[in-house]
């Protein structure tokens, strides 16, 4: 089993549609969650931090269930411009070492 | 703002050669590291470095070397060039700590043929 997971999608929505990804991981003692996104041939970029309490970015909203070990993201009113693969990852220890899934691919048609 | 700087961008390496991949940072990080990202597979650490003097293993560190005599520079050498090193390759850089930003950098395109 991997220690992070995600649907590799693609995930094709229309402009506008709201769309949520998800992700678990197997490690409990993981201590940091992120969501990067990375372009077609760029490399990764944060996106948003994940905290337990859940935190939203404009449209963007991200939630964190511990007990379940699961991690999403919601993207509110998609744009052409959000089209990229959304990684999420996972670090637990002081070395920063993070874990990545292998990406969820979103399409947003016009 | 430079950030981190990779080069280069593009190689094509026949099988058993060698050659270094050059990393660079200016924002006194002290976390460094190298990942290839292959399809299906995700980014997958190979060697990272928490400090000037200090390297260790990632989880797929067969076939690659690392140093790190300067905070500012983490090269990665390939010894013997594999097809199986085809990949993209990507330098980060971070503060220590928990939940600090990683930033990459633009990453470099390798084929071994």
């Known amino acids: 089993r991997k220690e992070v997971e995600q649907d590799p999608g693609p995930f094709n929505v229309p402009e506008g549609a709201t769309v949520a990804f998800n992700c678990t991981y197997s490690?409990?003692?993981?201590?940091?969650f992120f969501w990067y996104r990375q372009d077609c041939r760029k490399e990764p970029k944060l996106l948003m931090s994940?905290?337990?309490s859940g935190n939203e970015d404009g449209r963007f909203t991200a939630q964190l269930n511990r007990a379940s070990q699961y991690i999403s993201l919601l993207i509110r009113d998609s744009k052409l411009s959000d089209s990229a693969t959304y990684l999420c990852v996972v670090s637990g220890g002081a070395t920063n070492k993070l874990i990545f899934g292998t990406g969820t691919l979103l399409a947003v048609q016009p | 703002n430079a950030g981190v700087t990779q080069t280069p961008k593009f190689q094509v390496l026949k099988t058993g050669q060698s050659m270094t991949l050059q990393c660079a940072q200016d924002?006194?990080?002290?976390?460094m590291s190298w990942y290839r990202q292959d399809p299906g597979m995700g980014l997958r650490l190979i060697h990272y470095?928490?400090?000037?003097?200090?390297?260790d293993q990632g989880e797929v560190p067969n076939g690659y070397n690392v140093s790190r005599s300067t905070t500012e520079d983490f090269p990665l050498r390939l010894l013997s060039a594999a097809p199986s090193q085809t990949s993209v390759y990507f330098c980060a850089s971070s503060r220590a700590g928990y939940g600090n930003t990683i930033y990459f950098g633009e990453g470099s395109w390798l084929t071994v043929v």
């Open positions: 994940v905290y337990s």
């Open positions: 470095s928490v400090g000037a003097g200090i390297t």
């Open positions: 490690n409990s003692a993981s201590q940091s």
């Open positions: 924002m006194n990080h002290e976390y």
